[in-house]
């Protein structure tokens, strides 16, 4: 009997193609609309996911604080190397401590130049970050004691100043002062901040406040990673940064502290929640077009009811049970639905990439979400097409077949 319903239902679609079809796309557009959605909101967990392991792992960042002191004076000063010192002789559940000093710069060579985030480092700044090298050598620890005039360079800005040339052994002008290039960094993508991590270069820390730095304020440091030990709680490295921050920059009164910490696991836990309740969000919104496209069904299948009551009233003439009536309407209702539902997945899928394509962000795409969505529309298809098959089956024969 199911078979039977389910070839009557597909030669009716056939039919009347046009009119399936526009029943069809309130389904079409709400499977569609809710694939999308969680497909570009896992895309975004998962950029989230990669931009903050690209710091490193189990990281902790202090920046210096951002405002004003409720007195009027001004929170913000950059961190000293004997503060950092001070740091590293007392965290002892940090396996790096990298103080980075930061400038975007002008970075020449040759007769081509480029804006370069110039970072001044020391030993654990490529522990911290996990930072591996493409090509070349690391800097010593003979260099970075005596600030030695050499460098890392990111892809970005070697594809900016060198283009295929490469640049080992290359000398650059930073600012006022020249370096000569003796590794190239591995690609890290774009950062937390949506900022391009490759266009850098990475050099000693003494070499940077004496040559592009450029003063002689000792607080030249913007800003310190720690990378705890493997295992070490996060919530615990933060308490105990806290406690001897507040010894090396105790807050004067009526101040707040002077310097903020960021734990990246915290970070990285609150952006995918907030992103995972904006997908929901989203998602449910969408879904209210499968709701409509539900209705559209209801509406129709009542119209092709009305218009083949002389067909139903035929078939209940000659011997067609009621229930074979309610399962051949109710068929073809699901029917509708499932072929908007594979439709609907089908547009989804190629939207879904092309948007994660668009906006830089990996493209996800979940087949259960896609087939629960599926699931949705043939359960559609049963809850709004069974008033129109219970109206078909309760006809009376004979008044049907005197209708006109």
Same mark, same amino acid.
């Given at each position: 009997m199911f078979l039977n319903a389910f070839a009557l239902a597909l030669k009716q679609i056939r039919r009347n193609m046009l009119r399936a079809f526009l029943t069809m796309l309130g389904v079409i557009i709400g499977v569609g609309s809710v694939i999308v959605m969680i497909a570009i909101g896992n895309g975004v967990k998962a950029n989230i996911q990669k931009q903050i392991q690209s710091l490193g792992s189990n990281i902790i960042m202090v920046h210096t604080a951002r405002g004003f002191a409720s007195g009027g004076g001004a929170l913000k000063r950059n961190f000293s190397q004997n503060e950092v010192s001070i740091l590293k002789k007392n965290l002892g559940m940090a396996k790096a401590v990298a103080p980075v000093a930061s400038s975007e710069t002008l970075v020449r060579y040759g007769g081509k130049n480029a804006q370069v985030q110039v970072n001044g480092v020391d030993m654990d700044y490529l522990i911290a970050t996990q930072w591996k090298l493409?090509?070349?050598?690391?800097?010593? !620890?003979?260099?970075?004691?005596?600030?030695? &005039? #050499?460098?890392?360079?990111?892809?970005?800005? %070697?594809?900016? *100043?060198?283009?295929? !040339?490469?640049?080992?052994?290359?000398?650059? &002008? #930073?600012?006022?002062?020249?370096?000569?290039? %003796?590794?190239? *960094?591995?690609?890290?993508?774009?950062?937390?901040?949506?900022?391009?991590?490759?266009?850098?270069?990475?050099?000693?820390?003494?070499?940077?406040?004496?040559?592009?730095?450029?003063?002689?304020?000792?607080?030249?440091?913007?800003r310190i990673m720690i990378s705890l030990e493997d295992g070490v709680d996060s919530t615990q490295g933060v308490a105990k940064l806290r406690e001897i921050m507040l010894q090396i920059r105790p807050p004067q009164e009526g101040q707040r502290e002077r310097f903020e910490i960021w734990d990246t696991k915290e970070m990285a836990k609150t952006m995918e929640e907030t992103t995972k309740t904006m997908t929901l969000f989203l998602g449910s919104i969408a879904s209210v077009s499968l709701v409509v496209g539900g209705i559209g069904i209801m509406n129709i299948m009542l119209v092709s009811v009305t218009e083949r009551t002389r067909e139903i009233g035929t078939r209940l003439a000659i011997g067609a049970l009621e229930s074979e009536v309610l399962m051949q309407f109710l068929v073809e209702s699901v029917v509708i639905s499932m072929l908007g539902g594979l439709i609907?997945?089908?547009?989804?899928?190629?939207?879904?990439?092309?948007?994660?394509?668009?906006?830089?962000?990996?493209?996800?795409?979940?087949?259960w979400v896609a087939l629960g969505a599926f699931g949705v529309s043939a359960l559609i298809g049963v809850v709004f097409g069974y008033i129109p098959a219970k109206k078909a089956s309760m006809q009376d024969p004979i008044k049907a077949l005197r209708y006109e």
């Open positions: 493409q090509s070349g050598r690391e800097i010593t !620890e003979r260099e970075y004691d005596s600030g030695a &005039r #050499v460098c890392l360079i990111g892809t970005s800005a %070697i594809n900016e *100043l060198f283009g295929n !040339e490469n640049p080992l052994g290359a000398r650059v &002008r #930073v600012k006022d002062s020249v370096c000569e290039i %003796i590794g190239v *960094l591995e690609s890290k993508g774009q950062g937390g901040m949506g900022n391009d991590q490759d266009n850098v270069i990475l050099m000693p820390l003494k070499a940077f406040s004496k040559f592009v730095f450029g003063a002689t304020s000792m607080f030249f440091i913007s609907g997945i089908f547009i989804g899928f190629f939207v879904a990439l092309f948007a994660s394509f668009k906006m830089l962000i990996p493209f996800v795409f979940d087949w």
